[in-house]
């Protein structure tokens, strides 16, 4: 203790000269103690300096060159309080600040301007607040600056352009505002740019012909802030020599969509949630010398027709919720995701099948597609998730689909399809949702064929997790082979025309379960009763709920539609639970 008080005395003594173990001993003075991490900056002790040059070498988070300190890294530390930039002042080595994902409040203030040797700079995920001090652009050396992840606002100091080593620079998730273009339009040679998740506005239309930033940017992202006017409107798009990633969704940005032919270097194009309109460009779907690989244009207003994707590098497609329209795309290239969901595509769906070996993930759910699913399927040898919900596919289901080696998810609800469902489907091995449910399906739920009824499958564990059959015309009992999906957390079969009684041996892991509007009788099996009565009623007029007041005695009242329980007379829901209490048995020979 006498040792720090000597070693402060000191530095009063020499605001100038002071060491920078003196330097450190003041910062670490802002810092708020924490029992939990004590044992951290514990090390941090005038007693125990390491080196003989005098540089606290043995401190936490502290590195040296030539017994000056060089780095403060305490990212991680759970350390709250402030953070003394003017402490540092006097380090005339320290090229490098981290102090990444603390919690470390007040702001930023000017005295970092003066500490010229520093190149990186990571103050994300704290709690700054107020805005960028102008005399950080006296930082001529930094190389990294990052604040993300802090409550920062206000505009980015005009001297951005000063910085010309800068080439990281990460803003997102604070509230800065102001003029995107006149920030851009200071940038140097970066390479690195998030300015996402903030508050800048104005519109991406840019003026740069003498900036080098244009050929130096690899990566851009603007998302998630108030753009407004045309993507590269009146100037064109840039000559970006080496822009590989560009993300600007999430803005209001109007107007068609340029090609980035010249973009030679794009792989990831996200334009997510604008207002986009206009038809696509060819080019980015093109056999070309672009090197596309994502392409999210998703939540636009796009509008005509789809061609044939020939691109031989497009990995990612993502259309979806625009007003795309006329058949499908005849051939996909080499896509794997092909979202097109949610846009007015009519014609076959038959298409699809000619899609080829590469594709993972269809989605073509809400649009106006007909036809039927064909069996000539097989070569979906990598399919993954099927989606064509809400279309008008009618027809049967081919077998065919429970026997794709890597088929998870089939969504095809609320089409017209009919005819049984094929057990394969629901004794599949890797199958892990499927959905059926609002279609025309018929005939009784069955686990195997009738002609092969101890079949491998019987003896294998089946995978599926969430099976909705709900609103189909499914008749016969309930299979007591529903029990052999040891897997299954959530099961919909509300709606159809079940009858009989509902097996006993069904799973105690199921989260979800509904049965309700069909025609099954008996009494509700004990494992099933943690489920409320609007799994059972209405409909199954038959079947008892013990302990509810809808059945049979309020027969009458469920079927008007009404919701039992909750607005039951308590003196009629008490003498029914009274009842039960009193004797199971004698509710059992009174059925
Ligand atoms: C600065 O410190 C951080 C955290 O230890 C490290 O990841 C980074 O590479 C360092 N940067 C420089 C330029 O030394
Ligand atoms: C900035 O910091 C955040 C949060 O610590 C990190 O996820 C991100 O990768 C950093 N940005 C750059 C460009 O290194
Ligand atoms: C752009 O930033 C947002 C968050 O602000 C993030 O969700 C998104 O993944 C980023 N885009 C790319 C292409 O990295
Ligand atoms: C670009 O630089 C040239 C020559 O240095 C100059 O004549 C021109 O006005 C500049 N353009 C812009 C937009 O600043
Ligand atoms: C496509 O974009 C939509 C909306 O932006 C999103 O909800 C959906 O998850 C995306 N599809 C895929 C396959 O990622
Ligand atoms: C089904 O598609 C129509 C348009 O084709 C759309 O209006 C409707 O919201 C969709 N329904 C669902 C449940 O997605
Ligand atoms: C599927 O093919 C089999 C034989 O290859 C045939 O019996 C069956 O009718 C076909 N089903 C459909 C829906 O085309
Ligand atoms: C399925 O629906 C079609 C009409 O769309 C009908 O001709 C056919 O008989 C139905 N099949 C079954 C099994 O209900
Ligand atoms: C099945 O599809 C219907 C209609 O698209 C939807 O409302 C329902 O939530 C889906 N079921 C499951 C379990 O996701
Ligand atoms: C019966 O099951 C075996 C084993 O899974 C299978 O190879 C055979 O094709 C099945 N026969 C019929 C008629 O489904
Ligand atoms: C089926 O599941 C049970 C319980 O999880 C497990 O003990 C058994 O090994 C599994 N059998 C197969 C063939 O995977
Ligand atoms: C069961 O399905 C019916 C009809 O779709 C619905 O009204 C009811 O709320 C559902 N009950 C539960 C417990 O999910």
Redesign the pocket.
Known sequence: MQVVCLILLGFLHFVNGASDLDALLELKKGFEENPLKGHVLGSWNANSVGASDGCPQDWYGIACSEGQVMSIALDDLGLTGSFRFSALISLQKLQNISISNNQFEGIVDSDVGSIGSLRFLDLSRNSFHGSIPAELMKLKNLAYLNVSFNNLGGKIPASLQMLKLLKYIDLRFNKFSGDISSVLMEMQNVEYVDLSSNQFSGSLDLDLENSSFVSTVQYLNVSHNSLVGELFGHDGMPFFDNLAVFDASYNQLVGLIPSFSFVVSLRLLMLRSNLLSGSLPEALLRESSMILSVLDLSLNQIEGPLGSITSATLKNLNLSSNRLSGALPERIGHCSVVDLSHNSFTGSVSRVWSWGNYVELIDLSSNSLVGTLSNRTSQFLRLTSLKLSNNSLSGALPPLFGSFPLLKVIDLSLNQLNGSIPWSLLTASVLIELNLSNNGFNGPLAFHSASNISSEASSQNLSLASLDL??NSLNGPLPSEISRLIHLLYL?L??NKFEGSIPDNFLDGLL??????NNLSGVVPDNLRR??D??FH?GNLLLIYPQSPSSPKDVAETAQGGKPGSHMRPAIRAALIASFVVGPLQLLSWL
């Open positions: 709900s609103s919909d509300s709606n979800e379960f509904n049965v309700s509007y489920f409320p609007s799994a209405p």
